[in-house]
């Protein structure tokens, strides 16, 4: 038996904590040296991902991927591994134990689960699955909202903060004025509107999605389409947004992009290739470290960080398309007609 609910949910039945330093189940203390405050942004922020790649991953020593490399370092983090309910169970019980305490701040836990009373409960490889409709959602948006540049200003500041992309850090010049440069992941407004008019000239099949025209049409609206629904990013990210920003923007992200759409893709695909598992889950970490090339500290919040975790559970549970939340939604609007006040 499995559980799969949003974040929200995630916190109230599973115990975890679902913020800050200890936000993912899955990593727990390993997501320590991961996990950074921006002031800039006043959040959490989770990158520095080539930890999750092989031990011999070119990534780990490259500059661009891996921050410490500058002083002459390589990667030697080793490759975290998912907890267990049992590991779980075993911390709430030192931080119960008056003779071997472990502090409730950093255990990564809020209270321990009826659900351990079942016997089977911890022996079980994972309880607690990801929503994989909830996560696309979050970072299509989140993606969007970087390519349209708003808050260009804390994301530029946030990158000073965090020592990423110095060539995009503000500064005074000669004559005392205050100078921004123009982050490379926002489209300017004649590839904005090259973008705009590329999805809304798609035509796609009867209820493929929302009427992306409307939301993406030639007019050049400064604020992006908050309205869309999670179906709409789920399609938007695996196949309309990678075909629609080909020549435009920075290159790099142009990759990032089209390997995330690769991922999800094949993520939520019917049928899943065992053969395959090792490669997508070192192709997660990859499309995170490109990701942290191109694009600031502000997009990789716990939401982002979660991609990377998807493949193992798929490796244990099974494919998506039977255990996510589509059809939960679809059958609570269905509910909803019945209710009255």
Known sequence: MFFYFNVAGFGFLSGFQTKGYMACSSCGPDLADVAKFSKAD???????????????????????????????????????????????????AK???????????????????????????????INHLLDPMHIEGNVGKSLVKHLYGEKGMNWLNSCQE?????????????????VKPNPTWVLSKQDRMEFRRRIGAMRFPTNYSANLRKAFGEQDLPNWPSYLKTHDWHRLLQHIIPVAIVGLGDSKLRRAIWSLGKLLR?????????????????????VLCDLEAALPPSFFDCQIHL???????????????????????????????????
């Open 42 to 92: 006043s959040k959490m922020v989770y990158m520095s991902h080539t930890k999750y790649l092989e031990e011999n991953h070119a990534y780990r020593k490259d500059t661009e991927y891996y921050l410490d490399a500058w002083s002459g370092g390589d990667d030697v983090r080793p490759k975290p591994l998912c907890k267990t309910p049992a590991y779980w169970k075993e911390v709430w």
């Open 307 to 341: 991609l990377v975790h998807l493949v193992h559970e798929i490796a244990i549970a099974g494919p998506l398309h039977a255990r996510w939340m589509y059809w939960v939604e679809r059958y609570m609007g269905v509910l909803k007609r019945h209710v009255r006040n």
């Open 266 to 286: 094949w993520i939520c695909s019917k049928t899943i290739d065992e053969k395959e598992i090792k490669d997508m889950d070192t192709l997660a970490a990859k």
């Open 95 to 125: 931080v119960c134990d008056p003779n071997d305490p472990m502090p409730y701040e950093h255990s990564g836990m809020v209270f321990l689960t009826c659900f351990h009373k079942l016997e089977y409960w911890s022996k079980m490889p």
């Open 162 to 178: 965090h020592e990423m992309h110095a060539d995009l850090w503000p500064y005074v010049n000669h004559e005392g004025i205050l």
